[in-house]
């Protein structure tokens, strides 16, 4: 019987059929995007209150509104502005999408940022802590209400280097899921220590019929030999 | 095709559309330029499938996916109906929805003033009781604010545009925080919004019943009348809001009860966005109307049945023929 393997990505078929990959934000990373956030505020909070309070009455009931704004519109505001991201999210490279990974609107929102008043209950987001672990892709009740996903924002990656070896044919036809580990063993290679690609080209010794202490360099001639000539 | 080829074959379409989306996150995009998005953007999402299929490496699969991801946040967006047709909003579309959801309105509004009119009468009648429900440090504070000899005295008379403006941001964050946590605690099955409403009702009904057996009930509710129309209904409204949302999670009907929770809080959260309009305009009023003391009385109780009139029949009436007024 073979198991699943584990895997916390989110597909999304589009109309043009094809699947987007989302990877949904555990608690963990959500968490601290919202300590950074809260901290912001206060900052921003305290700064302003400084200036406000040499400004007698009016000063003080701008600061009443500042903090209406700060308390309750803050997330929204720049989830809406700021293609789903706060401050805090910016930093922890985090945004906010719809369910469908459409940007996040108005409503969706407004809804998410308002029920996290219960979220937060009874004490230090215990509701939504919950409903955050027990959920496949990681949903407070906000999100659950709003449809909408915290996720890591995918950033372009730099182009790896291959190594250079000589193009071999495969000794055998490969699948094509095969293919792209051969290709991504190939790839991956500049972020492997030395030992830990010999280690995993070993597994791989028996079936391309080579010796242990060749199979690092078969596996990247036929990586070469799958991409072909530059 | 290997690899190889198909990139150095595609490679400057992918790098033009990469600029294109670049110019289109920061809205600089020329219109000539967009005209070609979504042709450019099938063939990526062609392209996508292709590599996919032939088995290429990782990264020229990400890179694709990467994307596609940003171009599909491009092209397929929700629609905000608020911001389109903010007008139509307020001429029809609220009342209307007020009247669609009457169920949970006449429920959260039989609450809310129904906790209200009991209790004031209640503490009326047995004016010992406010001593239970109400911290007595606040009754003092409550009675000096209402005192009739203080006020004539000055202090009300003599505030200045400034304290005004003090007191509208004050309205603002105390009353839009209340309505708030009337919707948000909806989520609780209902018994949040069931809470706050009934709670609400009760502060407010003993404050009033405590301050008219007093005697202090002139300078009460010549201030209260005018913009308690706008502010309680919106309190009784969020609480409606909120409830929708707890009834759809106690019985979603043949909907999962995500998909369910979903739609309610869609609607739920057109009806907040009356309530703002609506605390908006109390706190307004409340700051630049309801506290002037050189306003004769009756004037003022004039003009508060003239709003109280005005919410109701805006919120019965308004919309009810197809076309807008």
């Given at each position: 019987m073979s198991v699943k393997p584990l895997d916390s990505r989110y597909r999304i078929e589009t109309p043009e059929g094809?699947?987007?990959?989302?990877?949904?934000?555990?608690?963990?990373?959500?968490?601290?995007?919202?300590?950074?956030?809260?901290g912001i505020r206060g900052l921003l909070l305290g700064g302003l209150l400084l200036v406000l309070s040499q400004f007698g009455h009016v000063g003080i009931g701008l600061a009443a509104l500042l903090l209406f704004v700060l308390n309750w519109w803050y997330m929204v505001l720049f989830e809406v502005f700021n293609q789903g991201r706060s401050p805090g999210k910016h930093m922890m490279k985090l945004r906010v999408v719809q369910d469908d990974g459409t940007p996040v609107g108005w409503s969706s929102s407004l809804i998410r940022n308002l029920l996290r008043f219960v979220d937060m209950l009874p004490l230090g987001y215990c509701l939504g802590a919950i409903s955050c672990l027990q959920h496949p892709t990681f949903k407070r009740l906000g999100d659950l209400a709003a449809g909408t996903l915290v996720i890591y924002r995918e950033l372009p990656a730099p182009r790896p280097v291959l190594p250079d070896v000589p193009a071999l044919h495969p000794p055998f036809a490969m699948t094509l899921t095969e293919q792209r580990a051969v290709l991504g063993f190939a790839e991956r290679q500049g972020d492997l220590s030395h030992e830990r690609a010999r280690e995993l080209a070993s597994i791989m010794a028996q079936p391309l019929k080579v010796d242990p202490e060749h199979a690092v360099a078969q596996l990247n001639g036929i990586a070469r030999g799958l991409l072909g000539p530059p | 095709m290997k690899q190889r080829h198909f990139e150095a074959r595609h490679r400057q379409a992918w790098q033009d559309f990469g600029h294109l989306l670049d110019s289109l996150e920061c809205n600089a995009a020329a219109p000539m330029a967009c005209r070609s998005f979504t042709a450019q953007y099938r063939h990526l999402c062609q392209h996508l499938a292709l590599a996919q299929e032939r088995g290429y490496s990782s990264h020229l699969v990400d890179t694709l996916q990467h994307l596609a991801m940003r171009g599909h946040q491009q092209l397929y967006r929700h629609r905000s109906h608020l911001g389109a047709s903010t007008l139509q909003f307020i001429l029809a579309g609220f009342p209307r929805l007020v009247r669609a959801q009457w169920r949970f309105v006449a429920l959260a509004c039989l609450l809310f003033f129904g906790s209200?009119?009991?209790?004031?009468?209640?503490?009326?009648?047995?004016?010992?009781?406010?001593?239970?429900?109400?911290?007595?440090?606040?009754?003092?504070?409550?009675?000096?604010?209402?005192?009739?000899?203080?006020?004539?005295l000055g202090q009300l008379?003599?505030?200045?545009?400034?304290?005004?403006?003090?007191?509208?941001?004050y309205y603002i964050m105390n009353n839009i925080g209340i309505a708030f946590q009337t919707?948000?605690?909806?989520?609780?099955?209902?018994?949040?919004?069931?809470?706050?409403?009934?709670?609400?009702?009760?502060?407010?009904?003993?404050?009033?019943?405590?301050?008219?057996?007093?005697?202090?009930?002139?300078n009460f509710w010549s201030f209260v009348v005018g913009h308690g129309a706008f502010e309680l209904s919106a309190i009784a409204l969020a609480g409606a809001a909120g409830l929708k949302l707890?009834?759809?999670?106690?019985?979603?009907?043949?909907?999962?009860?995500?998909e369910a929770l979903r739609s309610a809080a869609i609607v739920s959260v057109q009806l907040i966005y009356g309530v703002l309009l609506l605390l908006f305009i109390a706190a307004f009023i409340e700051a630049y109307w309801s506290s002037k003391t050189a306003i004769q009385a009756p004037l003022k109780y004039g003009v508060g049945t003239g709003l109280w009139l005005l919410v109701g029949l805006y919120l019965g009436f308004a919309g009810r023929t197809p076309h807008a007024p």
């Open positions: 094809i699947d987007l990959i989302l990877r949904p934000a555990g608690l963990m990373s959500r968490a601290l995007a919202f300590a950074l956030d809260l | 209200l009119l009991m209790t004031g009468w209640l503490v009326y009648l047995f004016p010992d009781l406010v001593y239970s429900l109400i911290d007595p440090q606040q009754v003092v504070e409550m009675e000096s604010m209402y005192d009739p000899d203080q006020s004539r008379a003599a505030r200045q545009s400034s304290e005004d403006w003090m007191m509208f941001g919707f948000a605690s909806g989520l609780l099955l209902g018994v949040g919004s069931l809470f706050y409403l009934f709670f609400n009702g009760l502060m407010i009904g003993a404050v009033a019943g405590h301050l008219t057996e007093i005697g202090y009930g002139p707890g009834w759809a999670v106690i019985a979603p009907g043949r909907l999962s009860r995500g």
